[in-house]
């Protein structure tokens, strides 16, 4: 939609001391020019499978005042069940109006077993987007050495997550439009629909969800891959 608050670029997650686990979700690549803020009609969405169906059993959703004067709150909503496969930002509310960071330090909110922090970072991943705009022709140059996002990160214990150490996550972000929620981004490595889904397949892939995903572009997408490994054989000769 060209607008830089609704792109997710990365999405990580990781266990940090032994029993506890990190997600990330960032967004907006080139902050704060392309926006000095998160968008406050968007529902930004941390999805987590627990049971290997690959669809919502646990959903954490942060939505954003309107900026003003430089600041900007949320709140962050935990849901369960079949209301964690609803886009909307439902459940129940863990944090209430808190502060969004925009300067150099974080701001983290801790709340019963969650840490959470939502703001405005330097981007922590290499990206070598010309290589990956040549039929992957590395550069060796990182796009985002000099760009900031804003990140949005939760950390807890592990088992708020279920008791399966195997999870599946993923990151959706919708926005409200003629009173409507709409899906504009949604992926658990970002890159894949921004390289491998052509630009008329691009909207149907960020509302549809995960379980869908296996039959509806695994051929398409082996077939980027495909040319790819072609175009290598054949350049090495």
């Not at 686990?21 to 968008?39: D, E, F, Q």
């Not at 941390?46 to 900007?72: E, K, L, T, W, Y």
């Not at 705009?133 to 592990?158: E, Q």
């Not at 995903?213 to 290598?232: E, G, I, K, M």
């Amino acid at each position: 939609m060209d607008d830089g608050r609704l792109d997710m670029t990365d999405l990580f997650a990781f266990t940090a001391d032994g029993d506890r686990t990190v997600l990330i979700m960032n967004v907006n690549p080139v902050a704060p020019t392309m926006g000095a803020s998160y968008h406050p009609d968007a529902v930004y969405r941390i999805n987590v499978d627990s049971d290997g169906d690959h669809q919502a059993d646990v959903a954490f959703s942060f939505v954003f005042s309107q900026p003003r004067d430089g600041h900007q709150t949320f709140p962050l909503y935990r849901a369960d069940g079949e209301q964690a496969r609803s886009h909307e930002a439902g459940g129940r509310e863990i944090l209430t109006e808190e502060p969004v960071a925009f300067g150099p330090e974080p701001e983290i909110i801790v709340s019963g077993p969650y840490r959470v922090s939502a703001g405005l970072r330097s981007d922590p991943f290499f990206a070598d987007l010309e290589g990956i705009g040549n039929d992957f022709k590395w550069t060796g140059r990182d796009w985002g050495i000099d760009k900031n996002i804003f990140g949005i990160v939760l950390d807890m214990p592990s088992t708020e997550l279920g008791p399966d150490p195997v999870i599946g996550v993923w990151g959706r972000i919708s926005v409200r439009q003629d009173g409507q929620l709409k899906s504009v981004d949604r992926g658990a490595h970002p890159s894949v629909t921004a390289y491998f889904n052509k630009e008329d397949a691009k909207d149907a892939y960020n509302a549809g969800e995960p379980a869908q995903d296996w039959d509806t572009y695994l051929a398409p997408w082996s077939a980027v891959l495909a040319h790819t490994c072609n175009y290598d054989a054949k350049d090495a000769e």
